[in-house]
């Protein structure tokens, strides 16, 4: 089985304009080893949700290609899930907690009896055993995030894809996800792509940084976290190296709001 | 004078379940016994010629409606409601579904569609009478047609404006356009369709009362106004509660089915009422 | 390119794309109308059913135009407006007064609720032969069953407006010692506001549809009368023609009244959800 997961070549997206033609998305190129928690951070605009989009295949791209387990992504591809930071309207509100894991079951023809054993797997994993029968509004935004999350669990994709999730949580409730997460990725292996604009967050989770430009975006950095896997909120984010690395990071950010920094040729 | 400075709390007085239902059977029919009574008291002292007594139609309401005239006038009639009914929303959903789904046609009929609706229903009958004759078919297919459109209308309506969030989740997941369509446009429409429904349903029976009492010559309502016209007071009264009757079956059977089918909808406005 | 003009380009091609489609739903909605002549007409000319039946479009649009022009079509539009302006108004104030009044005091609210459910449901017109002998063919008759039916309109709106005060407006009201008339002028009226004008809206309709029923069926002066007495003489070409006019009615009456209604909405922001069932 080849290591590389997701390769994302030359990728660009630009949309029609009375005034022209405006560039989202200038030229991404990044690849993702199979196993690999990488998380994409830029500044504000820079494109992030676009990006996500198009290796979602819910959008095509203007050039450039995603290859996606060494098959071209050109619509949802079966192997890919997402989460999406608005979880409230993602959840679908007629159908229990169980019933949203097991939507995107449904089409994969499995038996009820292995559906049911990966719908209690992922719920038992995000920590909503006993959550299973009540409604999404019936809970709260951090529990109904891990239900979106115990959904793209179950599906049991190559890659899962995660736009801002914690974005619209308190800072208590986003401690304790971004920790399942990291349980996600060390205890089942699951591939990750994590999309932020939480730069301590980025640093905490990933293993690799990829640091956005502004628009007409392109990939201004690659940065590698070689921070031990065993991580936790309160050591982890006291080491020395963990500030070097997120003050450097930020300082990414910021060259890249001001547009300072170059961007190789070729 | 008590050792405690803290003061005790003693839980309010409950009243029992006897007297919880008491109370609840009395505010449920207080008001309608009330009324009757008054009713039939004013009956007593100052008579009105075209308002008898309740037990006057009560009476007439048994001797009228519990016997063959049952089966030859009431029946039928319920029979092409219901079948109306059913037509209606059957057509009302299937085709709301197709012109709110697809944008050309949508946009196409939509000026049509608007006016239709505001036609007064019952300025119809005649229009159907002169175009298919007086026969069974058209007493149904005139009730479908002045009735189907709230229910038509709301699903367009309903089915137009999914949220986008949720359309790209299921396409995220790779369902097929049709497996969208059951799991999330048709339920996420839902509340907007049972709108339409009540509508349908109020409708439909307005129908069913006018092309009876002045187009037709048979029927439930056909009997009210035959009543009418021959000075039958108690018997037309009869057959008018008996209408009001039919209507609130109606309205009944359409709560219990809402209820059940909205659950998570009213659940919803409930939590955020909270 | 710059950020601002990167973050102002897609809005602008929004816009321009929205002026372009709303040129594109106007021109498919004429389409749509013509095609539903052209077919009407096609119909009619082939005989598939006969003109005693089916008049054709243009037959029938001509007698449009002539009945514009002719003094008493105007005279009985302007008795069914009557008739559907003064329901309206009775409707409206019973609806008010009475569903301010149980509203605010719950008590009424509980011991009326069978009354009101079972009440609510009886079709107007099946009220109609009973009009007719109690008041003949005038337009009384008519009103009764126009004001039944509008009645529930407004008085069941009003019901939910009265009850839908934010809980914490009324406990600061409260605690700030607000009179019961103060506090109706500022807490209730405002809040009762928005539901008032989608019952106006709803009462509207209704009662225009039953202004005309009752022309039609008790037969007091108006359009609906002249609808059932051109079909007894088998003049159809009018009876189609006035129920365009009907159709045209209602179409004004509607966005008259949603008009009103968004206005009153407008300034009393999103206090209700779209649902106006």
């Keep these: 089985m080849p290591d590389t997961l997701l390769t994302v070549d030359h990728l660009k997206k630009t949309y029609e304009s009375s005034t022209g033609v405006v560039e989202a998305i200038g030229d991404i190129g990044f690849t993702m080893r199979r196993g690999e928690l990488v998380c994409i951070v830029g500044p504000s605009g820079c494109g992030k949700t676009t990006l996500l989009k198009c290796i979602a295949g819910l959008l095509k791209p203007t050039a450039g290609s995603v290859v996606l387990d060494g098959k071209e992504v050109t619509g949802p591809p079966p192997n890919m899930a997402l989460v999406f930071q608005e979880y409230g309207r993602s959840l679908y509100p007629w159908l229990t907690v169980r019933g949203n894991v097991e939507l995107p079951l449904k089409h994969k023809k499995l038996s009820k009896a292995r559906r049911t054993r990966l719908v209690e797997d992922a719920l038992e994993a995000v920590g909503l055993s006993h959550a299973g029968g009540s409604y999404p509004w019936q809970l709260s935004g951090g529990m109904q995030q891990r239900v979106a999350i115990a959904r793209a669990v179950a599906y049991q994709p190559e890659v899962l894809i995660m736009d801002e999730p914690f974005a619209a949580v308190d800072a208590q409730t986003r401690a304790d996800l971004e920790d399942l997460v990291r349980r996600l990725h060390l205890d089942r292996g699951m591939s990750i792509l994590f999309v932020t604009h939480d730069i301590d967050e980025s640093v905490y989770l990933g293993e690799r940084v990829i640091v956005l430009s502004k628009s007409p975006t392109w990939v201004q950095e690659d940065l590698h976290i070689d921070l031990d896997p065993q991580r936790d909120q309160i050591t982890t984010r006291a080491l020395p190296r963990f500030t070097e690395l997120r003050t450097h990071v930020y300082e990414q950010i910021q060259r890249a709001k001001r547009g300072e920094a170059t961007r190789p040729v070729g | ?274 | ?277």
């Design chain 2, 1 to 274: 004078m008590t050792l405690y400075t803290s003061t005790v709390r003693r839980p309010p007085q409950r009243p029992n379940l006897w007297a919880r239902m008491g109370s609840s059977i009395l505010y449920a029919i207080g008001v309608p016994v009330l009324l009757l009574v008054i009713w039939g008291v004013w009956g007593t002292i100052a008579p009105a010629k075209f308002f008898p007594s309740p037990l006057t139609i009560a009476e007439a309401f048994v001797d009228t409606w519990i016997g063959p005239a049952f089966v030859t006038d009431v029946l039928p009639s319920l029979a092409r409601l219901a079948a109306a009914i059913v037509l209606a929303v059957v057509i009302g959903i299937a085709a709301g579904t197709l012109i709110g789904l697809t944008r050309w046609l949508r946009e196409l009929l939509e000026p049509l569609l608007e006016f239709f609706r505001a036609i007064p229903p019952p300025v119809l009958i005649p229009v159907f009478v002169a175009l298919l004759g007086v026969t069974d078919q058209m007493k149904v297919i005139v009730i479908v047609f002045g009735s189907l459109w709230p229910v038509l209308l709301n699903t367009v309506e309903g089915v137009r404006s999914t949220d986008s969030v949720m359309t790209e989740t299921a396409r995220s997941f790779a369902l097929t356009p049709t497996e969208r369509l059951f799991s999330l446009v048709l339920p996420a429409a839902s509340p907007r369709i049972m709108a339409g429904v009540r509508q349908t349903l109020s409708v439909a029976l307005i129908m069913m009362v006018i092309s009876e009492m002045f187009y037709s010559s048979s029927g439930l309502g056909f009997q009210v106004a035959y009543f009418q016209r021959n000075y039958l007071i108690a018997q037309m009264w009869s057959g008018i509660v008996l209408l009001g009757l039919i209507g609130v079956l109606l309205a009944v059977v359409f709560t219990i089915v809402e209820r059940r089918v909205l659950r998570w909808y009213h659940g919803i406005k409930e939590v955020e009422r909270a």
């Design chain 3, 1 to 277: 390119m710059t950020t601002a003009s990167a973050i102002g380009a897609p809005a602008r091609a929004r816009r321009r794309g929205r002026g372009a489609s709303a040129a594109r739903k106007a021109g498919l909605g004429a389409l749509g109308i013509v095609l539903f002549l052209a077919g009407w007409q096609l119909l009619a000319i082939t005989r598939v059913l006969p003109p005693s039946s089916l008049p054709s479009a243009t037959d029938t649009l001509a007698t449009l135009g002539g009945m514009l022009q002719d003094l008493e079509f105007w005279r009985n539009v302007g008795r069914t407006m009557t008739a559907w302006a003064i329901g309206l108004a009775i409707a409206t104030v019973l609806g008010v007064v009475l569903g301010g009044f149980v509203g605010l005091i719950p008590v009424l609210r509980r011991a009326t609720h069978t009354t009101v459910e079972f009440l609510r449901p009886i079709p107007s017109v099946a009220l109609i032969p009973l009009a007719i002998l109690a008041f003949g063919i005038q337009l009384q008759a008519a009103l009764v069953i126009i004001v039944f039916a509008s009645f529930w309109q407004v008085f069941v709106q009003v019901l939910y407006g009265v009850a839908d005060i934010d809980t914490v407006a009324r406990d600061t009201a409260r605690s700030y010692g607000l009179s019961g008339a103060e506090r109706l002028r500022w807490l209730v009226l405002p809040t009762a506001l928005p539901y008032l004008m989608t019952g106006l809206r709803l009462a509207a309709s209704v009662a225009l549809i039953l202004a005309i029923t009752a022309e039609m069926t008790i037969g007091n002066p108006g359009l609906g009368r002249v609808i059932f007495q051109a079909y007894n003489i088998g003049n159809i070409t009018t009876v189609y023609a006035i129920v365009i006019v009907t159709g045209l009615l209602g179409l004004v009456v509607n966005l008259v009244f949603r008009f009103i209604e968004r206005r009153a909405l407008a300034w009393h922001q999103s206090v209700r959800g779209e649902e106006a069932l």
